[in-house]
């Protein structure tokens, strides 16, 4: 067991290098890795909103899944699977981005926050473990969104040839892709770097299969430190790497880079990302990595995701360093509302069943 | 022996319904699972709750024993 917490941390804690080491190469502030601002910023360079400020494909993303899915075809991981309450877990997956744009991260990047002396994302943190616990309720009562079967190995294929496609728009430049000139959207690592970083990451996560939904989950449901390791490893990392070349630590509540100090959406927002996340089995970057590996449930979620970035930003949902705006609190919500009566139906459906 | 069919469930499910089974006392468990990952999950669980955890890979699923 001891070799295994050390793969988990050392695992980590490259990641969290690599996550300081991106925005020293030029990615906003605390956002070497953040998945639900990166499929936003692709929603965006895709046209799905027209937020100027955030439109970019980030190679991050498409190397997450190149990574996952060379990574599950070598360990033999690959397995083409899908069909398990594929609109639940689209409609999820919409409101998990919201409520990580409310808070302006994605739990990963709760942690690079943390890490770089962002107090709201404790704030963040503490709403994350209450909508973690709020799910581990329900999951212990008997929820599940039911069985996935097999699927024909070509389903496994398409979001690896989907990022494919995103990549040839990256390079090519195509016309109807639009990327921000200024704003994070415009803040970038080069892109051979991020798309080098993003495959090592996303075959460090393939093979540590590490989650932060899971990783508090698994602590509180069953006392597993396992993938636990894993996010102190992120954690330590980017700590001790911001604090040595990325230079950047700062510790507070105040003028943190792409983050607001209203308290209570910073904690509802992640409540809702926690709360979405255990009902789906996996935290954004976990459902990234799921959707390298064949998972066409993962798949479904990630464009769930993508959609609900681009209504956060058509509806004026998503925060901004000034706050949370109205609608972003009222979807909030309406999410939380949502997530408990899926959660209330998927529970007593085994039941009866 | 208690067999459990976890087949097509995704991460958590397979171990929750391991430990469901654990927590009722079963000493022998037989545990259906399709994915590498659900039959680490359920090992570690297994072995970290004292049990002998023996798995067999049939076609294209794993059946995992666990005896205490």
């Not at chain 1, 040839?161 to 090519?172: G, I, K, R, S, Y």
């Not at chain 1, 102190?232 to 700590?239: C, K, N, P, T």
């Not at chain 1, 992640?270 to 970057?285: E, H, N, S, Y």
């Amino acid at each position: 067991m001891k070799n295994e917490k050390l793969k988990m941390l050392l695992g980590g804690g490259i990641i969290g290098l690599l996550a300081v080491f991106l925005v020293k190469q030029g990615n906003p502030g605390n956002m070497g890795i953040c998945v639900a601002c990166f499929w936003r910023d692709i929603a965006g360079a895709l046209g799905l909103h027209r937020a100027a400020a955030v439109q970019y494909i980030r190679p991050e993303i498409i190397g997450f899944v190149f990574g996952a899915f060379a990574s599950s075809m070598f360990s033999k991981d690959f397995k083409a699977r899908g069909g398990s309450s594929p609109l639940i877990r689209f409609l999820l997956g919409v409101f998990m981005a919201i409520g990580a744009l409310v808070f302006l991260g994605c739990p990963l990047r709760m942690i690079l926050r943390l890490a770089n002396g962002d107090l709201n994302a404790l704030i963040g943190t503490l709403g994350f473990v209450v909508g973690i616990m709020v799910g581990l309720y329900f999951l212990k009562n008997g929820y599940t969104l039911g069985r996935n079967k097999k699927e024909l190995q070509i389903v496994g294929y398409i979001m690896p040839l989907f990022a494919v496609m995103l990549l040839v728009f990256l390079v090519l430049k195509l016309e109807f892709i639009l990327f921000s000139e200024e704003g994070p959207g415009s803040m970038h690592a080069p892109i051979l770097i991020s798309l080098v970083a993003g495959i090592i990451t996303g075959i460090l996560l393939q093979r540590t299969r590490v989650c932060s939904a899971g990783a508090f989950r698994d602590l509180f449901l069953i006392k597993d430190m396992h993938f636990m390791y894993g996010i102190i490893g992120i954690f330590i990392a980017a700590l001790i790497g911001n604090l040595t070349f990325g230079g950047s630590f700062k510790l507070g509540f105040e003028g943190q880079p792409v983050a607001h100090s209203e308290h209570i959406w910073n904690f509802l927002g992640m409540t809702l990302v926690g709360f979405a996340g255990i009902l789906l089995g996996g935290c954004p970057i976990r459902q990234t990595i799921l959707a390298g590996d064949g998972d066409a449930d993962a798949g479904i979620t990630i464009f769930g995701l993508l959609i609900g970035a681009a209504i956060a930003h058509n509806f004026g949902l998503a925060a901004s360093p000034k706050g949370a705006p109205l609608n972003g609190r009222i979807a909030v919500i309406i999410g939380l509302i949502l997530c408990t009566i899926i959660a209330y139906i998927y529970t007593n459906k085994r039941a009866e069943g | 022996m208690k067999e459990i069919d976890v087949r097509g469930y995704s991460c958590p499910e397979p171990v929750i319904r391991t430990m469901n089974a654990v927590k009722e006392g079963n000493a022998e468990l037989e545990i259906l699972v399709d994915t590498n990952v659900s039959k680490e999950n359920v090992s570690r669980y297994l072995k970290e709750n004292g049990y002998n955890v023996d798995v067999k890979e049939t076609g294209d699923y794993y059946t995992i024993i666990g005896k205490k």
